[in-house]
Every structure is written in structure tokens, then in C-alpha cells.
């Protein structure tokens, strides 16, 4: 079975079939970040632009990572230093970047929709590496390779994603992928960051507003990362929030015995998660980020190298 993409926008549009192909050729590249010599020569000659008009640490680092074991060149645009601070538009900016003869343009954006946006104007594959509070898809494919290699299967699982749900994409990119394995996935939080629509976006997707019943039997466990300034007087004090959601050893205990815990990161330890939660055994937090760098090396070679332009991938 094989497919051809042109973009990697989301996960909404991939179907099971897609998905298992994109994640069998990341499977191809998980062996090379054991070898004393990670490099290739894959795509010697390709550059990749890493446009990040949203600060980030992780996921542009594991994109250049990526890049570099391929053996392609990469420019960078960070937050800090783009031309956008300055008044020029998005689209002037990827304009420009164009103009220099890229491969490829991986794109993060605080304005949802913007990789989109900018993939119907350019002539060159573009990646989301996470667009506002819409998706996060390179994420959910390596959390799908993360469980799939743990466990040995991902169909018909129950998976809890606790957290900011309303603002964070990475839980509605891993909605995407798990439901079409037939996943039962119940999401849990505050009840103001549990917008009730989200239910609409996938099937087998419920809401539960309080932690213990929301982690009975669950077989894989996400913590999400909670952005400090939200838990604020009077809403939602951080204190309320570690004594009500706080993923401590007791409460994961209530979870099956195997279950899987995963963060996304960057993991803030004893607000979101206890230390002994995310440095115990059932913790797949640090392989997360080496299949990371497997997955955006298998997209770089297809977008750029492995396989010809054809359908886009949502």
C-alpha cells in the first residue's frame, strides 16, 4: 500500500489507511536514532524552511533534527526575528521565503488555519507544525507511533486526554487519529475547558469533568500541558487545579495496571503531573520525543524526496 501527499495540514482529512502508511514509514527511520552515525545523505541537496511565527523549543528543534539526519539544509524564521513583528504580512513573508528556492516550508502559527492559508498560495509542499488551537499533526501521528509500538495494536482503546481541551490542538489532532482506530476516548478537565462541541468532531468522544471517573480503565492516559497565566483568581486558581487534576501515582493507579502515561511537553512538574508520575515505568514521555524526530523525517521525505506530488493530506 502506498500514497502520495502534497501537504501534511491535519489529521481530520488522513484516513486509517493513510495514517497506518504514514506510521509504517516513520517505522523505517526509528532504527537510525540508535546508530552511532545518524546522518544520511537522503536528501542532500533539499532545504526545508522552519517558519515559526509562534515561539517554540521542541517541535522546531525536532524538525531541524529531522532535517539534518536527512541530509538536507534548513533556514530558519523564529518568532522573535520575523518580519511579521515588523508589519509585514504572512503572506509577503512566505513570499519571500519562497523566493530562495526551498524544498519544503514547515509552518507554526498562532492563527488557526494559516498553513492552509499559505499551502493554497505557494507552489511548495508545506507541514503544520501546529496552527492556533486547530491542530497539531505531527504530534498526533508520533503520540499514534508512541501507543502503537507500547502496546502492540491501537484499535479499540480507551484513551483519557486531561487537560486545557479547548485550547489545545494537540488533543484534537490525537481525537482525529484515534477515533478512526475505533479508540473510545473521554476527555477531561475544568468544566469551562470542556467546550461540549468538540464531542461533534469524532465518534466514540465524551466528556467527564472529574478525574477519577475519567481514568477508570483507561489504557492510555494523556496529560496536557496548562499554560500558567490561565490558572488565575478567580476562575481557576493553580492550587484548585493540582487538587482536582493533578496526575499524581494514586490517580493514575485508578487507570488499567499497564496503562500508558503521555505529555506532550514541555511538562511543568507539579502543576499538570507529579514527578513520580512522569518518571515511572508506564511513562512513554522521552520516547514521544524520539519517534518525533522519526515521524518529520519520514514527512520530509515524502513531501520532498521519497515520493511524487499528488493528493493532499488535509
Excluded at 67 to 75: Q, S
Excluded at 88 to 116: C, F, N, Q, W, Y
Excluded at 187 to 197: D, F, N
Aim: proline share 6%.
Amino acid at each position: 500500500m502506498s500514497f502520495t501527499f502534497r501537504h501534511l495540514l491535519g489529521t481530520e482529512a488522513l484516513t486509517r489507511d493513510e495514517i497506518t502508511f504514514l506510521l509504517n514509514q516513520s517505522r523505517a527511520f526509528q532504527g537510525i536514532q540508535k546508530q552511532p552515525l545518524k546522518k544520511l545523505a537522503t536528501l542532500r541537496g533539499k532545504s526545508a524552511v522552519l517558519a515559526f511565527f509562534e515561539t517554540s523549543t521542541r517541535t522546531r528543534i525536532s524538525f531541524g533534527t529531522a532535517a539534518a539526519r536527512l541530509g538536507a539544509d534548513t533556514m530558519n524564521l523564529q518568532a522573535e526575528s520575523s518580519s511579521t513583528q515588523k508589519g509585514e504580512s504572512l503572506m509577503d513573508t512566505v513570499r519571500t521565503l519562497e523566493a530562495m528556492k526551498p524544498d519544503v516550508i514547515v509552518i507554526r502559527h498562532a492563527a488557526s488555519g494559516a498553513p492552509h492559508f499559505v499551502a493554497e498560495r505557494l507552489g511548495i509542499p508545506v507541514i503544520n507544525a501546529g496552527d492556533g488551537v486547530h491542530e497539531h499533526p505531527t504530534q498526533g501521528l508520533l503520540d499514534a507511533l508512541t501507543i502503537s509500538d507500547r502496546l502492540g495494536r491501537m484499535d479499540g482503546l480507551d484513551v483519557t486526554i486531561v487537560g486545557d481541551i479547548l485550547h489545545s490542538r494537540v488533543a484534537r489532532s490525537d481525537i482525529h487519529v484515534l477515533s478512526k482506530f475505533g479508540c473510545r476516548i473521554t476527555l477531561c478537565g475544568p468544566a469551562m475547558w470542556l467546550p461540549p462541541e468538540i464531542v461533534q468532531i469524532a465518534p466514540n468522544v465524551r466528556l467527564e469533568p472529574r478525574l477519577d471517573p475519567a481514568l477508570r480503565g483507561a489504557q492510555v492516559v494523556m496529560v496536557l500541558r496548562v499554560q500558567t497565566e490561565r490558572l488565575q483568581e478567580p476562575a481557576l486558581p493553580a492550587d484548585e487545579y493540582i487538587r482536582l487534576y493533578q496526575m499524581t501515582p494514586e490517580r493514575l493507579a485508578l487507570a488499567r495496571p499497564d496503562a500508558l502515561l503521555m505529555h506532550p511537553g514541555p511538562m511543568i512538574r507539579g502543576l499538570e503531573i507529579d514527578p513520580a508520575v512522569a518518571d515511572s515505568p508506564q511513562s512513554c514521555v522521552l520516547e514521544q520525543v524520539t519517534n518525533g524526530v522519526a515521524v518529520r523525517m519520514a514527512l520530509l521525505y515524502l513531501l520532498t524526496g521519497g515520493a511524487p506530488s499528488g493528493a493532499a493530506a488535509g
